[in-house]
């Protein structure tokens, strides 16, 4: 082995494999979210995009389902029905 190699000259190569190992999507979070994952990411020095996608794999590894229940405040919740095109438009 060299005890110096010259690697002044090499050429950047980028990695062909990135689009196979992640996808890119458009999500919408709630300002608070965000602002948590970027304290996160100050606190640990690891991107929040990266933190995320930790959160939601850790949460699909384990098959974690959200369990919700909506509030009523009183007020009566009432349900959408699909309409059919044939309906006339007197029985809307």
């Given at each position: 082995?060299?005890?110096h190699?010259?690697?002044?000259?090499?050429k950047?190569?980028?990695n062909?494999?990135v689009?196979?190992?992640?996808?890119?999507?458009?999500?919408?979070?709630?300002?608070?979210?965000?602002?948590?994952?970027?304290?996160?990411?100050?606190?640990?020095?690891?991107?929040?995009?990266?933190?995320?996608?930790?959160?939601?794999?850790d949460?699909?590894?384990r098959?974690?389902?959200?369990?919700?229940?909506w509030?009523?405040n009183?007020?009566r919740?009432?349900?959408?029905t699909?309409r059919?095109?044939?309906?006339?438009?007197?029985?809307?």
């Amino acid at each position: 082995m060299r005890k110096h190699y010259n690697f002044s000259n090499m050429k950047a190569c980028r990695n062909p494999y990135v689009k196979l190992l992640k996808q890119s999507v458009t999500i919408r979070l709630d300002r608070d979210t965000v602002e948590y994952f970027k304290a996160l990411a100050v606190k640990t020095g690891v991107p929040y995009q990266h933190l995320i996608n930790l959160y939601l794999r850790d949460c699909a590894v384990r098959q974690k389902e959200l369990a919700m229940r909506w509030a009523v405040n009183g007020r009566r919740t009432t349900r959408c029905t699909r309409r059919s095109a044939s309906q006339p438009a007197s029985e809307r």
